[in-house]
């Protein structure tokens, strides 16, 4: 079923937060490192499949909880993240 799909198409809160940890942590450090072996368009292609295949936001509120809705939530700020410093690559 479609819920069934969308909640196994988006990873849990706790990874999607490290995962903009990690990011920011990067490009902190040296945002070329995200550059490195087409890294960054990789990110971006998975993190926008997620955010697709989870749905609209409406349907994650009403049937699959807090927590599918926070992962996307998680998704999008590390969009944000990766556009601070990204625009053309992320856009």
Do not use: Y
Not at 38 to 61: D, E, I, K, R, Y
């Amino acid at each position: 079923t479609r819920q069934s799909a969308a909640s196994s198409s988006l990873p849990p809160v706790r990874l999607m937060r490290g995962l903009c940890l990690l990011l920011q942590a990067c490009i902190d450090a040296d945002p070329e490192i995200l550059l490195l072996e087409n890294a960054l368009q990789t990110l971006t292609s998975t993190m926008f499949a997620w955010t697709v295949s989870s749905g609209p936001l409406q349907h994650l509120q009403s049937s699959l909880g807090t927590e599918s809705l926070q992962s996307q939530a998680e998704v999008l700020r590390c969009f944000e993240v990766l556009a601070e410093t990204f625009r053309k690559q992320v856009l």
